[in-house]
């Protein structure tokens, strides 16, 4: 089993920044996949960006050129950075890990909140 903990949520202004952090504990592994997604109230969750092998990235175009993931394996904890933010970045956000090409294990979640 694998313990997913986000923080680092907030409120922020339009045009503010915010870093989320995910720590892991438990059956972690270093190689595997971790990604961020988010819930709007009333939407389905949606991909944010993910990180593999400890250096290959990808993002949503959503948020392409404002967000950054990325980890630091010895505090075994994922981040994203996000810039620039916009009140449609309103969110729950999840951190979630990857096991056999699936994302099997899930954070409970962080409130983003953007005010205009």
């Known amino acids: 089993q694998v313990q997913l903990v986000e923080s680092g949520g907030g409120l922020v202004q339009a045009g503010g920044s915010l870093r989320l952090s995910c720590a892991a504990s438990?059956?972690?592994?270093?190689?595997?996949?971790m990604g961020w997604f988010r819930q709007a109230p009333g939407k389905e969750r949606e991909f944010v960006a993910r990180i593999w092998n400890n250096f290959y990235t990808s993002y949503a175009d959503s948020v392409k050129g404002r967000f950054t993931i990325s980890n630091n394996n010895a505090k075994n904890t994922v981040y994203l950075q996000m810039n620039s933010l916009k009140p449609d970045d309103t969110a729950v956000y999840y951190c979630?890990?990857?096991?056999?090409?699936?994302?099997?294990?899930w954070g409970q979640g962080t409130q983003v909140t953007v005010s205009s």
């Open positions: 438990g059956r972690t592994d270093s190689s595997a996949a």
């Open positions: 979630a890990a990857a096991r056999s090409s699936q994302w099997a294990y």
